[in-house]
């Protein structure tokens, strides 16, 4: 059964900075290119970034240059590391593969930038 468990969101002001976790479990993490994905409210879920298993990175146009993918292959983890946050980065985060698998979704995590 394939576990993926978001955390590390919260309540930040614009301009901080937060790092998302996503630690995987039921799958060889290892071969699979994993990826960010957020959701504002009534929209559908869109890519952030994704990393492909050798390390290579891409990323949304909006969030270039301010949010890092990275792994940990060893600790079947995906992080987000987030800088200079705008009020239009909040949304529910989500981890998947890429593309997504639909039964991989997990819950989530929040992140509010507000003042």
């Known amino acids: 059964q394939v576990q993926l468990v978001e955390s590390g969101g919260g309540l930040v002001q614009p301009g901080g900075s937060l790092r998302l976790s996503c630690a995987a479990s039921?799958?060889?993490?290892?071969?699979?290119?994993m990826g960010w994905y957020r959701q504002f409210p009534g929209k559908q879920r869109e890519l952030v970034a994704s990393?492909?298993?050798?390390?290579?990175?891409n990323y949304g146009h909006s969030v270039q240059g301010r949010f890092t993918i990275s792994r940990d292959n060893a600790k079947n983890t995906v992080y987000l590391q987030m800088n200079t946050l705008k009020p239009e980065d909040t949304a529910v985060y989500f981890c998947?593969?890429?593309?997504?698998?639909?039964?991989?979704w997990g819950q989530g995590t929040q992140v509010t930038v507000s003042s």
């Open positions: 039921g799958i060889t993490f290892r071969f699979y290119t």
């Open positions: 998947n593969t890429y593309p997504w698998a639909p039964a991989y």
């Open positions: 990393i492909e298993s050798g390390g290579t990175t």
